[in-house]
């Protein structure tokens, strides 16, 4: 489910109470279509929080446009 390179970024989860049973890692792109999926399956619920950040923006106009991503609703 996830890379052993990344083992010491999960090790805190993975040492919490329950985790062997109940906790699932699942490696996933927030700018892949799809990548989700599994991650979601099954779920009643989600709350996601994250967002891509790009670092060497020069116009974050340009970067966070919302017509620029996928299913964004536009007028």
């Known amino acids: 489910m996830f890379c052993a390179a990344n083992r010491e970024k999960v090790d805190h989860l993975l040492m919490l109470d329950g985790a062997k049973e ?41 970067h966070f446009s919302s017509d620029d991503l996928p299913n964004s609703d536009k007028d």
């Not at 699932?24 to 792109?29: I, V």
């Not at 799809?34 to 009643?44: I, K, L, N, R, V």
């Open 22 to 62: 109940r906790l699932h890692l699942f490696k996933a792109d927030l700018l892949e279509e799809g990548s989700f999926d599994p991650a979601f399956e099954g779920c009643d619920g989600v709350f996601h929080t994250a967002s891509p950040v790009f670092l060497n923006a020069t116009d974050p106009q340009v």
